[in-house]
């Protein structure tokens, strides 16, 4: 009884492998085109804001700086997680110790090339103001974009 030839079994291992490889390529293909069209990204590619002047001022214990959008998509529900060296202290957009400079809102969205000033207590919680490393603010419209502050001012 006789087998097949090397060269036949390494040409249907060839075509196998070519095969396999063109299916797993048509499938990587269809997964990203449906990651680009889905809501994250869609809103990922329209939000974009900036962060500026963040300062913390000591004899108040109150951190500020002011948000500017500069996307297309427009913006709200601004939540800020404070770091410094070893703690982090979070607070959500509508804490008592959050204030803003103008009403924002889901249906009062910041849009395009507007400012809001975002004011935060901190004295009721850590107070780790003086020794702040970074400031980071989600936003309630698409959660994939973060505004960071490596710098905070101090007054």
Known sequence: MKGISPIVA??????LAVTIGVLVSIWVTSW??????????????????IMESTKYIQSESVLRFRITNKGDEGIYGFDVVLYNDTM??????????VTFSANISETNKLAREE??????????????GTTLTQVKVKNGACGAITAIADFIKQE
Not at 10 to 15: D, K
């Open 10 to 15: 390494v040409v249907i291992l060839l075509a």
């Open 32 to 49: 990203i085109s449906t990651q680009r069209e889905s809501e994250e990204f869609g809103c990922a590619a329209r939000t974009r804001y």
């Open 88 to 97: 982090t202290e979070s607070f959500a957009h509508s804490s008592p110790n």
């Open 115 to 128: 400012s809001v000033y975002m004011s935060i207590n901190i004295s009721g919680g850590r107070n780790m």
